[in-house]
């Protein structure tokens, strides 16, 4: 079993910056494929960004270029850095690891971007 317990989110204005964390129980970084998902209200839960144990690093379109996914091996912990963020980003945020036959999710953090 693993636990995710994410943090870091809040409200923002449009073009702010936060940095969402989330700490797993035990270090599975090179044996699963980390994700931050997201889900507005009424939508489905979409990928934002992945990364694997061996750097591959894959992010949404609406994402690309203002959204950056990193590994703190040390610290257990998978970042998720949001620049210029828009309305349309606001969501709550949820890790993920997965790998084969297992798949675990943290409760998720919510992100408001708003004037």
């Known amino acids: 079993q693993v636990q995710l317990v994410e943090s870091g989110g809040g409200l923002v204005q449009p073009g702010g910056s936060l940095r969402l964390s989330c700490t797993a129980s035990?270090?599975?970084?090179?044996?699963?494929?980390m994700g931050w998902y997201r889900q507005a209200p009424g939508a489905q839960r979409d990928l934002v960004a992945t990364i694997t144990g061996g750097g591959s690093i894959n992010y949404a379109d609406s994402v690309r270029g203002r959204f950056t996914i990193s590994i703190d091996n040390a610290k257990n912990t998978v970042y998720l850095q949001m620049n210029s963020l828009k309305p349309e980003d606001t969501a709550v945020y949820y890790c993920?690891?997965?790998?084969?036959?297992?798949?675990?999710w943290g409760r998720g953090t919510q992100v408001t971007v708003s004037s």
């Open positions: 993920n690891a997965e790998r084969t036959f297992y798949n675990f």
């Open positions: 035990r270090n599975i970084f090179r044996t699963y494929v």
